[in-house]
C-alpha cells in the first residue's frame, strides 16, 4: 500500500526479495508496588517496518514533535505499523520514523506480537530516482544497511536528545 501511493509498484519485488522477516511475542510484566516502569526505552526502529498487534494492555507511547510523550489507544482487534528509519531513507524521508517506547502501568502484564521486517545483509538502501526532483532533494546516501546497522550498535551511534526531539541516527550516518 505504501509503494502504490508513492506510485512505486515496480520495486515490490526488489523489496520482498530482500526483506528479512523476525516475528516475534513480546511479555512485558505489570509493574510491582502500582508504580510506572520503562518496558522499552525510547528509540527509533531501525528496520523497514513493524507491525504489532497486542493484548489490551495498553502501554506504546510515541513522542510527538514537541517532545511530549502520547500514549496510543488501540481498538481491540487493530494493528499498529511503524516506520523503520530503512523506510524512512529509502522513501527520501518522505515518512518518518517515530521516536517510541513502552511504558507499564496498571496490574496486568502486556503481551504483543511484533513482526519485524528488514532487510538483508549486504543490500544498499538507496532512494528511487522517482522520488528525487528540484521540490525533493536528495536527503540521504545510498549506504549499506549491514554498516549501519554495525554503525548503530556502536557507542558512537547511539540517539541523541535535545529538548525532547530525537536526532536520527541514520541521519548521522547518510544525510546529504
Known amino acids: 500500500m505504501i509503494l502504490e501511493s508513492f506510485g512505486l509498484e515496480k520495486y515490490m519485488d526488489e523489496l520482498t526479495d530482500i526483506a528479512k522477516n523476525q516475528l516475534r511475542i513480546m511479555k512485558y510484566e505489570k509493574p510491582k508496588a502500582n508504580e510506572q516502569t520503562i ?47 530503512c523506510l ?42 522517482e522520488l528525487v526532483d528540484d521540490k525533493n532533494p536528495l536527503l540521504f546516501k545510498p549506504h549499506d544497511h549491514e554498516e549501519f546497522l554495525k554503525y548503530f550498535s556502536s557507542e558512537v551511534a547511539k540517539g541523541v536528545v535535545k529538548s525532547g526531539a530525537v536526532i536520527s541516527r541514520l541521519k548521522t550516518y547518510c544525510a546529504v
Request: charged content about 20%.
Open 88 to 129: 524512512c531513507v529509502w522513501l527520501n524521508g518522505r515518512l518518518s520514523s517515530p521516536y517510541h517506547r513502552v511504558m507499564m502501568m496498571g496490574d496486568e502484564d502486556r503481551y504483543s506480537l511484533g513482526l519485524f521486517s528488514g532487510v538483508r545483509g549486504g543490500y544498499m538502501v538507496k532512494v528511487p530516482a
Open 39 to 85: 518496558g522499552v526505552p525510547p528509540h527509533c526502529d531501525s528496520n523497514m517496518m513493524t507491525l504489532l498487534y497486542q493484548n489490551e494492555v495498553n502501554g506504546l507511547e510515541i513522542q510527538n514533535k514537541d517532545g511530549e510523550w502520547m500514549n496510543t489507544k488501540l481498538s481491540p482487534n487493530s494493528f499498529i505499523v511503524i516506520i523503520g528509519e
